[in-house]
């Protein structure tokens, strides 16, 4: 099973914290979603926006997409950009990885640059959720199998120096891995690492 898991996994999400959560509005994201739509501001097919703000710690504000959907919201930990990949790309696991990696950083640095740089999102701290429990269950196994990529991946954004601690509260969750780095970063700084 542990190969296939690598193998099979294509729904998975990737989540940056901002620095300073009180300095964004949920609703101040909606005409920003709105505006990435009209200039077609990400890759991908890009439906509609839904506004979940007045849930507490709830989905915030998504912008819905065929492939993906990116939120802003606070259901997986502080308040943050969430990029979630709902389709299987072609690819290694680590290739699939990296090319929703450099998405969910481009969004990152575009939502930054959409506030003049009063909202900024902290490189130093990611957080990997894998979207298929069939797939991917929340197991030593399926996390053994899903390891080596996410080390080599965010390894290399973090010039080798990356711990990943995987949430183990509760095992009825999704597999939840914390990537953290050695130190604060930027993200456009990770982007251009990425290539």
């Keep these: 099973m542990s ?5 099979d996994l294509g729904k998975f999400a990737i989540k940056f914290f901002l620095r300073r959560p009180d300095a964004l509005d949920l609703e101040s994201m909606v005409p920003v979603f709105h505006r990435w739509i009209q ?19 709830g989905p915030g504000v998504v ?12 259901a997986e930990g502080p308040l943050g950009l969430l990029y979630n990949r709902k389709l299987r790309d ?13 998405v969910t950083l481009d969004a990152g640095v575009r939502l930054e640059e959409e506030f003049d740089g009063a909202v900024k999102l902290e490189g130093g701290k990611a957080l990997f959720l894998a979207n298929d429990r069939l797939v991917a269950p929340n197991t030593d196994e399926a996390f053994a199998a899903l ?13 080798g120096r990356v711990e990943l601690h995987r949430d183990l509260r509760d095992p ?9 780095g050695p130190g604060a970063i930027d ?3 990770l982007r251009a690492r990425l290539g």
Aim: proline share 4%.
């Design 63 to 74: 912008l819905i997409g065929h492939e993906a959907d990116f939120f802003v919201d606070a």
């Design 39 to 57: 200039a077609h501001a990400v890759p991908g097919i890009l439906i509609d926006v839904a506004d979940y703000g007045h849930l507490p710690n």
């Design 147 to 159: 390891r080596a990529d996410l080390e080599s991946v965010f390894g290399a954004l973090y010039g």
């Design 172 to 180: 009825r969750r999704r597999l939840t891995v914390e990537i953290q």
């Design 90 to 102: 072609e690819g290694p696991f680590a290739d699939r990885l990296r090319s929703a990696l450099r």
């Design 3 to 7: 190969a296939a898991v690598a193998s």
């Design 187 to 189: 993200l456009s700084t």
